[in-house]
């Protein structure tokens, strides 16, 4: 299975352009190739996103000075110009390259950027802008594999008299045109802030270990992701490095088919509303760590509550009447048994900070947003925080299974602390709060947290399909209009 929801739309898109076939005739060629095995719903979501790439490519207006009747031809070699550095970090030249669709005609380049969402959902970015018309302007076609470790080999470079960037949003057929101008006014937005970050990005600079990592293929060696053998227990298999979370496997719990098209960030659509309880923990975890991120570090306050009582929010999430006044008592419950109560002035607070972690032995690369880790004096800590009208009976572990995957991370010594860390749960609930320490390095925790952990993962892990769970799984999915056997569509 294809884990790049846009790799599919380039080859349809590069049978209709390059072997002259209509649009059905490169589906069928795309969907019959069995060297290319797709998840039915990526089927779906790439013929509705040929659809709308050639509908927008069709508004897109006419290029100045194209004469009537005339249209862009599309480019199959990619764009590429090699540049001088003049940065002290060992490297005398660098590369810059465009990729997506690229057309060129009558003294035009014009380069197609493809979103999978709608262009009016996605932000500019000035400095992309300016490096893509830079390239454009200034690019020879790149003659050899852009993925061999070596110099690239360019081809002969043509100076265009006009270079047009162009963005297409597949999901509702949007366009918006970036930039249309010569390739002197494409060089005067390539600007010294331009010239500057890229030599910040040849320099190098800290890494950033965070959600995207997954899909880095440098994880495996990066010096702040690190490498833990069997952490999840389970052996590798033949399918490409992938990336789990606890939200990973929840999700493929109730479908894995949804669990796959949101892992490849498929375009999303109204999902049920959220329950009472689900919005006013959201509400509440969101204030409370709006409170810890203050500078500088101060406890919470019982009076550190919203102004209103019958109304507020949190980060969007909103609350009235009973759950209003419910969310307020457990944030001013929650003063009652913050980590930064009696603090000494050393404290350390890092709320929602992320942990990543590879396991070679699954090849999969495993990532934690912890929901706040501290350190006292020299002990640190992990906590995760729920609320809920009333305490539970259940088990924690298998109540709340990301403690689980917070104990086996703490055990194998990758939170800050290595393996003085420990774990904790904080509570509030209608009664007040409640804060437990769950003995991490006890091994009878260690061992019930890797049977509740590997219930969460090796399903996922074996699976190669993503079959769907046509049903009570559909009423909240955000990719039924995806899914070809969403029970909306006639599935069971």
């Not at 320099?203 to 440098?218: D, F, K, L, V």
């Not at 019930?448 to 993503?466: C, E, F, N, T």
Request: net charge negative.
């Amino acid at each position: 299975m294809t884990g790049w929801a846009l790799g599919p739309l380039h080859d349809v898109l590069d049978l209709i352009e390059f072997k002259s076939l209509s649009v059905q005739d490169a589906l069928v060629e795309w969907r019959t190739d069995p060297k290319r095995p797709f998840h039915p719903g990526l089927a779906q979501w790439t013929e509705h996103a040929v659809c709308g790439y050639l509908a927008a490519s069709e508004q897109i207006p006419a290029v100045p000075g194209l004469p009537q009747g005339e249209s862009l031809e599309p480019v199959s070699r990619l764009w590429a110009r090699q540049r001088s550095s003049q940065e002290p970090a060992g490297v005398d030249w660098y590369e810059e390259m465009v990729t997506d669709r690229r057309y060129v005609g009558h003294g035009v380049r014009e380069l197609r950027v493809v979103r999978k969402g709608s262009v009016t959902d996605h932000p500019r970015d000035e400095s992309e802008i300016a490096v893509a018309v830079g390239v454009l302007a200034g690019g020879s076609p790149v003659l050899t594999s852009r993925w061999e470790r070596k110099r690239l080999r360019l081809g002969r470079f043509e100076l265009p008299r006009l270079v047009r960037l162009v963005e297409i949003g597949c999901v509702d057929a949007s366009h918006r045109i970036l930039f249309e101008g010569t390739p002197e006014e494409a060089y005067a937005r390539y600007d010294s802030d331009v010239e500057a970050h890229i030599g910040t990005l040849i320099a190098g600079g800290s890494y950033r270990p965070g959600m995207n990592c997954g899909r880095c293929e440098a994880v495996a060696t990066c010096p702040e992701v690190p490498s833990r053998p069997g952490l999840l227990g389970i052996n590798g298999s033949d399918l490409p490095r992938r990336s789990w979370s606890m939200t990973t496997g929840r999700t493929y719990g109730k479908c894995p088919a949804r669990a796959h098209l949101e892992d490849m960030f498929l375009p999303r659509e109204g999902s049920a509303e959220d329950s009472e309880a689900v919005v006013r923990g959201k509400a509440v975890h969101a204030w409370i760590e709006n409170r810890h991120r203050r500078t500088p570090q101060q406890p919470c306050e019982p009076e550190d509550t919203p102004g209103s009582e019958e109304a507020w929010q949190g980060e969007g999430w909103a609350l009235a009447g009973l759950e209003a006044r419910l969310g307020i008592q457990m944030i001013g419950d929650h003063a009652l048994v913050c980590p930064l109560r009696d603090r000494p002035d050393d404290a350390e607070l890092h709320p929602e900070r992320p942990v990543v972690v590879y396991d070679p032995d699954a090849d999969v690369v495993v990532i934690a947003k912890t929901d706040l880790l501290y350190r006292m004096a020299d002990r640190w800590t992990l906590r995760e925080m729920k609320t809920a009208k009333r305490l539970s009976k259940e088990d924690l572990l298998e109540e709340y299974p990301q403690l689980a995957l917070a104990v086996v991370l703490a055990n194998a010594a990758v939170l800050p602390g290595s393996e003085s860390c420990t774990v904790e749960l904080e509570r509030l609930t209608g009664t007040g709060p409640v804060v437990t320490d769950l003995e991490a390095a006890a091994p009878d925790v260690l061992a019930q947290a890797r049977r509740v952990l590997k219930k969460y993962v090796s399903s996922w892990h074996a699976d190669i399909r993503y079959p769907t769970k046509a049903g009570k799984a559909c009423k909240d999915c955000p990719f039924t209009r995806w899914c070809p056997d969403a029970v909306d569509r006639g599935g069971t």
